[in-house]
């Protein structure tokens, strides 16, 4: 029902930036909550950010306040992270995501992207 594709992902020094984009695609895709969750090697997926659709409410991690910044574009369907300020312990596989109940949308989503590498030297 929901497609989703990130791209943007790649190496970054320290202290630099990175913009990930998730295109969706669905019949229903209006319906959905939209975000990004991440996923470093033999941890659990942990929240990143949320958007909607509609309004420019958005949700952003303790981890990433400050420094992460997530947006869309509606026109395109697509859904943006900017990473500013990237630290080593940034680095993971960065999931785009979409659930239909927003109050749940950091815990249990219900459409996963195939996700994006980020790796962030020291």
């Known amino acids: 029902q929901v497609q989703l594709v990130e791209s943007g992902g790649g190496l970054a020094q320290a202290g630099g930036s990175l913009r990930l984009s998730c295109a969706a695609s669905?019949?229903?895709?209006?319906?959905?909550?939209m975000g990004w969750f991440r996923q470093v090697t033999g941890k659990e997926r942990e929240f990143v950010a949320a958007?909607?659709?509609?309004?420019?409410?958005?949700l952003h991690a303790d981890s990433v306040k400050g420094r992460f910044a997530i947006s869309k574009d509606n026109a395109k369907t697509t859904v943006y992270l900017q990473m500013n300020s990237l630290k080593p312990e940034d680095t993971a596989v960065y999931f785009c995501?979409?659930?239909?109940?927003?109050?749940?949308?950091?815990?249990?989503?219900?459409?996963w992207g195939r996700g994006t590498q980020v790796t962030v030297s020291s």
């Open positions: 958007i909607r659709w509609t309004g420019d409410n958005t």
């Open positions: 995501v979409a659930g239909l109940a927003a109050q749940t949308i950091s815990i249990r989503p219900d459409y």
């Open positions: 669905g019949r229903t895709l209006s319906r959905y909550t």
